[in-house]
């Protein structure tokens, strides 16, 4: 029998500031255990970054407490994007990395996500030997052996330095670009890469009060970026979400560019050049137009269940490099660990110049299905696994697509949501199943 984490979600733990458990009480305990699971009898280092919400200070302050309880040692980032805390876990040889984000959520939502000295989603066993030990009662390390913190001064340098390596010296004084960092974790890093490479910028949503991350910005509310973009006249806009491990565009059109279409782009390009290894992976909820521009690509495609953590274990086990979400976590396990929205933004970027193509030249071979989404509130996952009216409207929505089309209903890892998401070559059809079935699941939730 397999045994389930009761906090860690697809990805961390995460919830409202003041509910159990994100509360200053947990992550003291949840510090300790940390400390206590990859130190052990030794005195480690790990690492702490986080996103620009208001809370973070807190529960930076707690973990910190309970780490050095533990008697590991504490290197503190400050805001930093969540995949600059996966590489710099790896570079600076620490044993983990911790970050204190709720991604693409509210102000008052945060979270907890965890790296592996590799720089690596932590596996189930390892989530698993952490909620055993939050079970103990928190004993402190006698004074000489309580941990130390320290800021790390040039992580942002680090970083960004990194980034800029992934691409090959390019000169983007060519394109003007407009960079919405959704007063989030990017807001300094990626205006001063982009400006390095000479990009002509403009940066929007770059000032994070504590409260207005995410708000009617970044890569979940792109509308701004798009009026922006066709206002500006620029070649493209780029949006990150809260933490910098998402990104979606805007092309000079002021047209959406998803994560299926970024991905699409990226597979064609490197099935051009020679470099692709495999195929790619995608996700459940991968739209159905994506698979079969690829498939005329001879691309071969995977699916893997819904959570960036899901699209790197397969990645892994197939030994392919290239994956991703709609949602815009992209994954280039051939220039980093993890999803990092700022490293996929400069792929697209050098295909552009490298190719003399615009974005929306660029995304053509890829038509995608109508796709509609819709998120319902539920009070009990109980109640929506396994529910036979639900399966019964699962089964009826289905034959009406006819096999041109797809239906999926899952609920969320991360918010009390079940998503219904229909897609098919019929958009009026596909609105109007989408809201029969997401009734439906309100009804019976």
Not at 262 to 275: H, N, R, S, V
Request: contains cysteine.
């Amino acid at each position: 029998m397999t045994t389930k984490q009761k906090y860690f979600g697809t990805d961390g733990i995460r919830g409202k500031v003041g509910e159990h458990p994100i509360t200053p009480e947990f992550m003291l305990q949840l510090g300790w255990a940390v400390g206590k699971v990859f130190g052990g009898s030794k005195h480690g280092k790990i690492l702490i970054g986080k996103d620009t919400r208001i809370s973070g200070y807190m529960f930076e302050s707690v973990l910190e407490a309970g780490l050095s309880a533990a008697g590991e040692d504490i290197l503190l980032l400050g805001p930093m994007p969540t995949p600059a805390i996966a590489y710099l876990t790896r570079v600076l040889h620490a044993q983990a990395g911790i970050v204190i984000s709720a991604s693409h959520n509210p102000y008052y939502d945060n979270g907890i996500k965890f790296f592996s000295a590799q720089g690596k989603k932590l596996p189930d066993d390892v989530e698993l030997a952490i909620e055993t030990k939050l079970k103990e009662t928190l004993t402190i390390e006698p004074s000489e052996k309580l941990g130390k913190a320290t800021r790390v001064a040039d992580a942002a340098r680090r970083y960004m330095e990194f980034c800029k390596t992934s691409i090959n010296s390019l000169d983007l004084s060519s394109l003007k670009i407009i960079l919405d960092c959704a007063n989030g974790a990017t807001y300094q890093v990626a205006p001063t890469i982009f400006r390095e490479l000479e990009a002509q910028l403009v940066e929007i949503f770059v000032d994070p009060d504590g409260v207005n991350i995410n708000e009617n910005c970044g890569a979940t509310h792109v509308a701004n970026l798009q009026r922006i973009v066709s206002a500006e006249k620029a070649d493209l806009g780029i949006a990150f979400d809260g933490d910098g491990d998402r990104v979606l565009m805007v092309d000079s059109d002021g047209e959406i560019v998803d994560g299926d279409e970024i991905l699409f782009i990226l597979a064609k390009y490197a099935k051009e050049q020679g470099t692709l290894k495999g195929g790619v992976v995608g996700t459940l909820m991968s739209n159905l137009g994506m698979e079969l521009a690829l498939k005329e690509l001879a691309i071969p495609f995977a699916r893997a269940k819904v959570g960036d953590r899901y699209v790197l274990e397969m990645l892994e086990e197939k030994k392919w490099h290239l994956g991703g979400e709609a949602s815009g976590h992209i994954v280039c396990l051939d220039k980093t660990t993890t999803g990092d929205g700022i490293i996929a933004a400069l792929q697209i970027v050098q295909i552009m110049l490298k190719t003399d193509k615009s974005l929306a030249e660029l995304k053509k071979g890829m038509t995608k299905f109508p796709h509609v989404m819709i998120n319902v509130k539920i009070k009990d996952k109980n109640l929506f696994a396994n529910n036979a009216e639900i399966n019964t409207a699962v089964n009826h929505a289905e034959q009406q697509l006819a096999g041109k089309g797809r239906v999926l209903l899952r609920a969320s890892g991360t918010e009390p949501l079940v998503r219904v998401m229909v897609e098919g070559q019929d958009a009026k059809l596909v609105t109007q199943l989408a809201k029969s079935l997401a009734e439906i699941v309100s009804k019976v939730t």
